[in-house]
């Protein structure tokens, strides 16, 4: 029986109620592209919310995460993954839930005990020692030389920087055929982590001050692709019951075999994986160049290349046929991926095409600058180069830079990109209705000029002048504004010259983020207040000019040029448009 039916089973046995895995995209959580844990969707609940399937909770949920994108090839890091997870909301507590893992282990798995071992946590910051959950491992009978004693960095969990946490026990497991030493030692790479119960009691905001939540909470999580390939007792997770198949295929579509070029086709099997499981999800997310179609975007280009390095048959239909074992083979457990197996396919496909159109001239130009190259460096916008113009993700630049011995400046390049991206989100997002829908560097400072023009327009001809839309491209800024009046040649004059005043007072542009109300209380200047976030960012310029806006601005009006007005003109009724350029 599969580890999900027997994991569920168990604790349905035990009072749980099975909840559905939760999709990818987190949807009470703006500050994370995905789900990166089986509690993320659970975090409402966890602070207080009754959820409406009781206290005693059960699932197996699809996880990403994308921080170790870099380290998957190598035997146990994937983007994908899934998460076992069980937890009881203000329910049982210590007790129960240790002796529900040690039951679970050694009696449904038949995991000997002298295979495990456990971290407890040791007591800092005022929170104290974990004796309570020490005292209910030995007696279960595991012994005092297999318990360790960790401070907050191993023993006390968190999802990133604030929310609910608490002190957490680990459980370890020897992966060896090596004689298990006496005593445990959670530095020695044989003993694996394969379970993690935290103890959630507490909630730390944003400031890192701790209190208590209402409930006391537990929140346990197994990784499953390790436990499965530890179970089956390989040390490297792609030789395990969940990849072995899929490796087998992508070595008959190469033409090396799997001792051969393991990296290679540890990436094609994970990157594919997650592509599967990030286009079939219900939030719908096809590639593109921002936040999480950005992510798949990555993944399947980067897959794409080791395709072409494992010399895998461009026109094979490769993907579809990898595609197709892992719908097949997580059917049973994720409907949506029958469901969308359509858009699945059609989504890898579409963007191998158009990967494919760029990629051979891209690799040529590479080929180019690299012999080229006076240092053993690329720059960034070399870097940035591959990326706009051949749709390059910075680690395949990295990864074939990395092939030549030379590094690549991916600080400088992550700046620009940052940049370019910030315009691409705002544009996608709608945020300027036909705003801002290109990326360079002049358009930012055009879109800087555009709050300096409200501003001005509202110091010199009315100050209820509000912007009505704008629309921005390397060339030139246009600019829409209710006014009831054609302006007349001293108002234009006027409005150019004092936007011209700041921008040679060199005025520093700073960002703040708030809340909306705070916002509009303090007077921030916004077009569509109900289209924006309860969390808003809100740009200054000096203090002539603040406005709720998704950016990216220049970081001083210094920056600009000089500003010119080069047409104003009626747009629709009250409404004036101003084409400007700024020299
Ligand atoms: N939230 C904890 C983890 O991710 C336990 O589920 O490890």
Redesign the pocket.
Same mark, same amino acid.
């Given at each position: 029986m599969n580890l999900k039916d027997l994991y569920i089973d168990f604790f349905v046995s035990k009072g749980h109620k099975q909840i559905p895995s939760a999709p990818v995209v987190p949807e009470n959580d703006p500050s994370v592209l995905f789900n #990166? *844990? &089986?509690?993320q969707p659970l975090i409402p609940y966890l602070m207080g919310r009754p959820h409406p399937y009781g206290t005693r909770l059960v699932d197996y949920q699809k996880c990403i995460r994308t921080s170790d994108l870099e380290r998957v090839g190598d035997k146990s890091h994937h983007t994908f993954f899934e998460?076992l997870?069980n937890w009881s909301l203000g329910d049982y507590f210590k007790k129960e839930s240790i002796g529900y893992s040690f039951e679970f282990l050694t009696k449904i798995l038949k995991i000997p005990v002298e295979r495990l071992a456990v971290t407890v946590f040791n007591g800092e910051d005022n929170i104290p020692k974990d004796e309570v959950s020490a005292s209910i491992w030995k007696n279960l009978g595991i012994s005092e030389d297999r318990i360790a004693y960790l401070g907050k960095e191993d023993n006390f969990?968190i *999802?990133g920087d604030s929310g609910p946490c608490g002190p957490?026990t680990e459980i370890f497991y020897f992966r060896s055929d090596d004689a298990i030493p006496v005593k445990f030692d959670p530095n020695d790479e044989r003993w694996v982590e394969i379970w =993690? =119960?935290?103890f959630m009691e507490f909630y730390k905001d944003n400031d890192g001050k701790i209190t208590e939540l209402p409930q006391k909470n537990v929140? #346990? &999580?197994?990784g499953y692709e390790r436990v499965v390939a530890v179970l089956e007792g390989v040390d490297d997770n792609y030789l395990s019951s969940v990849w072995i198949d899929i490796v087998k295929k992508i070595e008959q579509l190469s033409k090396y075999t799997y001792e051969e070029n393991p990296t290679s086709m540890r990436i094609i099997a994970d990157h594919i994986r997650t592509a599967v499981f990030i286009l079939g999800d219900e939030a719908g997310i096809k590639p593109s160049n921002t936040d999480q179609g950005y992510i798949l975007r990555r993944l399947i280009r980067r897959a794409i290349r080791h395709a072409k390095k494992l010399e895998i048959d461009e026109n094979s239909n490769w993907e579809v046929i990898i595609a197709n074992m892992i719908i097949d083979k997580y059917a049973k457990y994720y409907h949506e991926l029958t469901k969308n197996k359509e858009v699945i396919l059609e989504g890898l496909t579409n963007e191998k095409n158009k990967f494919n159109r760029t990629l051979a001239k891209g690799l040529k130009e590479f080929e180019k600058i690299t012999s080229n190259l006076t240092t053993d460096t690329l720059n960034k916008d070399l870097a940035f180069k591959l990326y706009d113009t051949y749709g390059f993700p910075i680690e395949l630049t990295v990864e074939l830079a990395n092939e030549k011995a030379i590094s690549v400046d991916v600080e400088g390049f992550n700046e620009k990109f940052k940049a370019h991206q910030e315009l691409s989100r705002t544009a996608s997002s709608g945020k300027f209705k036909g705003g801002l829908a290109g990326d360079s560097e002049k358009e930012i400072k055009y879109h800087t000029a555009t709050h300096l023009l409200n501003a001005a327009l509202k110091v010199v001809v009315n100050k209820d002048i509000h912007q009505k839309g704008s629309n921005i491209t390397s060339e030139r800024m246009r600019f829409d504004f209710s006014c009831d009046h054609k302006l007349t040649d001293e108002e234009k004059q006027k409005t150019e010259q004092l936007v011209n005043k700041w921008i040679s007072e060199g005025l520093d542009v700073t960002v703040t983020e708030m809340s909306k109300e705070q916002a509009l209380k303090s007077g921030a200047e916004c077009m569509f207040i109900e289209k924006y976030p309860d969390i808003v960012t809100v740009y200054s310029i000096g203090d002539v000019s603040k406005e709720l806006c998704g950016g990216p601005h220049v970081k001083n009006t210094s920056e600009l040029g000089k500003f010119k007005i080069v047409k104003e003109e009626a747009s629709s009724a009250g409404v004036r448009r101003i084409k400007a350029i700024l020299e």
């Open positions: #990166t *844990a &089986g509690m998460m997870g969990w *999802a957490d =993690n =119960n935290v929140d #346990t &999580g197994m």
